[in-house]
């Protein structure tokens, strides 16, 4: 004999669709030995089937004054920064053209014995290439040339982000190639940037360089100092403005501040130092914050950023920290 | 915006179209989840806007149904994108679809324990109650609709839950044992108890 609790427990296991044969078949039986045991069970039965699709009126959100709200707050746009010509620490920095490029087209990779690949991962790295020009490499950032490089041409492939110091040489153009964009030189020094499935971004500092899609020099854009463009993927170069003080901070080891909303600050000290910030109040991004690091170590930017913002900054997980009131 | 678009042609409507999709799911929710995967490698805000526009309704209506009050779910649900924007850098082997009503689930049932923490809970779910009543609804049907979600939220705290859990939101015994902790028996006998409960509180619509 089943007893009333078992029967519910079988009840309960068919209305979910998780009973098996055997059960299925022990409750079969109990429905048809007594009309009140399928009477009780139908009552049962019709009471879920009842409150099926009580729902189905329910109040709609408002997806547009929500994502309006969510993006104001967390999502703070920074795609593209504004320039401050005057009084830019890094304009005094050494005649430099910055090219921010990544891209999500893979390199054509010249055959792999020709090549000299020089790499940079936890570290930064500096090389000096064959024709005497200097490379600067970020972390996690490449570059690559081929045999020839020096004697008939100066092209080299970059991967992440490189500042180089380009060796005068009138008849032999310094070319980078970063993802789809290519960068003739025509001036004597530079950084690129050149991380994957991001535009590709120039930022010249000073010289004069042709910034160039797949349409080659045809559809180059000539950039004199102080100009940026980026190059999206498929598209042609578009010059932009570009008003970041910290694009070259990993190379001078030097993080610049100056009334900046606190997502862009921890931006900044999340590419400097490879960490990652979360948030839990999104009203804390929009403090702004005014403050100069030279060669800064983590602890004490975290420490000098919480007193002044008057926030807290707890360490969550490895290279994770929390940012809270 | 293409991308949008292209996704919001296929609107998640709340958990009543979730079983339909369970069937014929595998060849509309898997590219979605697929696109939202390489837009995630390819731009984090527009992937971010794109998962928002298609999953918002659903994860704010789960919250609703176990928090019937719109202002309340509504910031609940800003928190689970927030949270999703948070591990943004962790989400590459994810299904979307099934993550955010987990996540939904899960957020919802943290706001009441710590509402019931605060002895918080009644005076947050009366208004709502009462709003159902005093915008009394000319057809018939909907009425219903707001009788059974009444005597749903009338149910005792952890019935009313489990009840929910199960009926609208999906869920397995087993899935809702471990959500709340308790024995897949336990989640058995709460079924049958909130069914009879039920079974009285609307018997009016059950002869």
């Given amino acids: ?325 | 915006m293409k991308a949008t678009a292209l996704l919001l042609s296929h609107p998640a409507r709340g958990m009543n179209a979730h079983a339909e999709n369970q069937h014929k799911g595998y060849f509309c929710t898997m590219p979605e989840n697929a696109r939202l995967q390489s837009l995630l490698q390819e731009d984090e805000r527009q992937f971010m806007e794109a998962l928002f526009k298609t999953y918002f309704p659903l994860v704010c209506k789960s919250i609703y149904r176990l928090i019937p009050d719109m202002a309340t779910a509504e910031d609940l649900a800003q928190e689970v994108f927030i949270k999703i924007w948070n591990r943004r850098d962790q989400l590459n082997e994810v299904y979307f679809k099934a993550y955010l009503h987990r996540a939904a689930v899960n957020m919802a049932l943290d706001h009441i324990d710590k509402n019931k923490r605060r002895g918080g809970v009644h005076q947050e779910l009366s208004p709502a109650v009462e709003d159902l009543r005093t915008t009394a609804p000319t057809v018939h049907v909907r009425e219903t609709k707001q009788k059974i979600r009444e005597a749903v939220d009338q149910l005792p705290e952890k019935c009313r839950e489990i009840f929910i859990l199960s009926r609208y939101e999906e869920m397995s015994y087993k899935e809702i044992a471990q959500h709340l902790q308790l024995s897949v028996k336990t989640v058995e006998n709460q079924m049958i108890t909130a069914l009879k409960k039920l079974r009285v509180s609307l018997k009016e619509f059950l002869e």
């Avoid at chain 1, 009084?87 to 055959?111: D, E, H, K, P, Y």
């Avoid at chain 1, 200097?134 to 490449?142: A, D, I, K, P």
């Avoid at chain 1, 960068?183 to 530079?190: H, I, N």
Wanted: aromatic share 10%; no cysteine.
């Fill in chain 1, 1 to 325: 004999m089943l007893s009333n609790d078992h029967i519910d427990t079988l009840i309960a296991r068919e209305i979910e669709g998780e009973i098996s044969a055997e059960e299925m078949a022990q409750l079969q039986s109990w429905l048809e030995a007594d009309p009140a045991n399928q009477a009780y069970y139908e009552a049962l039965k019709d009471t879920w089937d009842l409150t099926a699709d009580a729902y189905a009126g329910m109040p709609e959100p408002d997806v547009e004054r929500n994502w309006q709200r969510f993006s104001g707050n967390v999502a703070a746009p920074e795609p593209l920064r504004v320039v401050t010509r005057r009084n830019s620490w890094w304009r005094m920095a050494a005649a430099a053209v910055v090219i921010v490029a990544a891209a999500g087209l893979v390199f054509t990779l010249v055959q792999r014995g020709k090549e000299t690949v020089l790499v940079a991962d936890a570290d930064k790295k500096t090389f000096t290439l064959p024709d005497g020009s200097r490379v600067y490499l970020n972390r996690n950032s490449q570059v690559s040339y081929n045999a020839g490089f020096g004697d008939d041409n100066r092209t080299v492939k970059l991967k992440g982000e490189a500042f180089f110091d380009v060796a005068a040489d009138a008849a032999n153009p310094f070319i980078v190639a970063a993802g789809a964009s290519q960068t003739k030189v025509l001036g004597t020094s530079f950084v690129i940037k050149a991380y994957e499935h991001k535009p590709v971004q120039l930022d010249v500092v000073t010289g004069k360089v042709a910034f160039s899609g797949k349409k080659g020099e045809e559809g180059a854009l000539v950039l004199t100092a102080g100009n940026s463009a980026i190059l999206q993927q498929d598209k042609e170069p578009q010059q932009v403005k570009n008003g970041d003080p910290n694009f070259m901070a990993w190379k001078e080891n030097r993080l610049y501040f100056h009334n900046m909303p606190l997502y862009k600050t921890l931006t900044a000290v999340e590419n400097y130092f490879n960490v990652r910030f979360v948030v839990s109040d999104s009203s804390l991004l929009t403090l702004n914050y005014t403050g100069t690091f030279s060669d800064p170590s983590l602890a004490e930017v975290l420490d000098v950023i919480s007193k002044a913002a008057g926030v807290t900054i707890s360490e969550e997980e490895k290279d994770v920290y929390r940012i809270s009131r």
